[in-house]
């Protein structure tokens, strides 16, 4: 699933090839048709990303906002003038009978599309409809509006360990199982760890540390990188997947920091890693 | 998680280096030690796989079971007597402090070890115990002793889809993504087809497809390949994971029968995959 960060990558990415641009949309697969004519020949006005939410908003009649979530497996592909794609996954099918919704706008070497498949949320909602599902959100550590203080109210007061409380979007929206895994090592706190055992202290520091690690993913255009480059066995400007994270995936490999084995758990149906050494519960 | 053919193996392994020995037993990570003290000096009689969940059965007063369910994140170490690493996932840590139990047997070169870690379940019971548990798990393809008919009764009056139910442990106990993903591929069956609309031919194909793939996993020692040789791009013996399967983890990329692209979906919180020219709905 796409952490919080790519869908701001998204969001930025629309506002370049769309913003206040009229844009043609239909839906190859017939699942949105009817959403996909309302929204035809609009103009983009606005991207808005919370946590792992997509809103678009569109010129015209209400209703003006798509909203997109894309869940466990959905993605968006972009494609240029002379259909060359430009990012997503390698896609093969030419028919794109799987496309849910394409949006499509510019002309000549301008053009853009972009093709959505596989999303859990596609749906047209009103202003109301937006603030109802934000409001279901907790402060999202990436946007400058967010009150950390909603979360950390939520955080003392619970018993629930902190790694699973930082996948709960109604604490905070956004995180995913790299920045559960990954925050917890930086702030030196044991995932397990209740909320209620967190000081305030080390909340700030979780909450300050998954800002900039998501700001600068989103500046590298989504690539996750937590390590440090002194921690790193490399520096020679590519990180590897294996160098680029502490304890994400890393179970049963020595802890950069300290050579102790990285450990993996069960939390909430999800795996969850840390070192024992440097993340005392 | 490891796939119903895995603990097959894992049952034949202890089968192997330990059947009819006694067995030495510690939790080094403190856990189970009852429960290790309970089975130390006790020779291992017997070892059953029934889906995902194995016991072993020692000599001695009740309880007699090992009963042990990896879950997401569980996993055996091997060693041998120079403590050279034999099987699992590579380990570095010397200490072995988060080994829940470690089994221990023979003497000079014959000497092996077994290391749990991560496991939901570890648990003694007895013979009712072990039955309690059986009795919730629908038949496994890999027992001889398996009635595919209790499986066909619970699908052909299911609305839920066959990819769903094939995932079900209380209908077919042992497949996991792999599995629920490529079956219904070679039996032409789209996983969303409710298992209502499925013949019972195509669910007799599923079923003898499923105990063929499982059973030539047990005998690679678990590696998972699906795919027939004509149908892969190389055949020089070794079979990549790219080439092993027909739909699992290749959304994207195009069918090795028929070049349309690979879909994938959200079922029951978790992936799937199929071909939808290959697997008509």
């Known amino acids: 699933m796409p952490e919080g960060h790519m869908i701001h990558v998204d969001a930025r990415r629309f506002d370049e090839a769309m913003g206040d641009r009229v844009v043609h949309t239909d839906s190859p697969q017939g699942r949105f048709a009817d959403g ?8 983009l006005r ?3 990303a919370f946590g792992k939410n997509l809103f678009l908003r569109f010129s015209g009649d209400s209703p003006q906002y798509l909203h997109v979530h894309l869940g466990l497996i959905g993605g968006w592909t972009w494609w240029d003038a002379d259909h060359q794609q430009l990012s997503g996954r390698p896609v093969v099918n030419a028919d794109s009978s799987n496309v849910r919704l394409r949006l499509r706008t510019g002309r000549g070497d301008a053009e853009r599309s972009a093709e959505l498949r596989g999303a859990i949320t596609c749906t047209l909602v009103d202003e109301e409809g937006m603030d109802r599902a934000v409001a279901k959100l907790g ?10 203080g909603l979360a950390w109210a939520k955080v003392r007061k619970s018993k629930k360990p902190i790694g699973g409380l930082l996948l709960d979007q109604a ?25 209620v055992d967190v000081t305030e202290d080390e909340f700030t520091t979780m909450w300050s540390e998954m800002a900039r690690v998501m700001s600068e993913a989103v500046e590298r255009g989504g690539k996750e990188i937590t390590t440090d480059p002194a921690d790193r066995p490399e520096t020679d400007g590519h990180v590897s997947r294996d160098d680029a994270f502490y304890v994400f995936r890393r179970d049963g ?16 149906t999800r795996k969850v ?3 024992p050494t440097c993340q005392p519960r």
């Open 36 to 43: 996909a004519a309302a929204l035809d020949g609009r103009t």
């Open 46 to 48: 606005d991207t808005e």
């Open 139 to 148: 402060p999202d550590p990436l946007r400058d509006d967010a009150d950390p």
């Open 171 to 195: 604490v905070t929206a956004g995180a995913g199982l790299i920045w559960r895994a990954e925050v917890p090592f930086l702030a030196g706190v044991d995932p397990h760890r209740p909320g």
């Open 253 to 268: 490999a020595p802890c950069l920091r300290c050579g102790t084995e990285i450990r993996v758990a069960e939390m909430g």
């Open 273 to 275: 890693w840390w070192c």
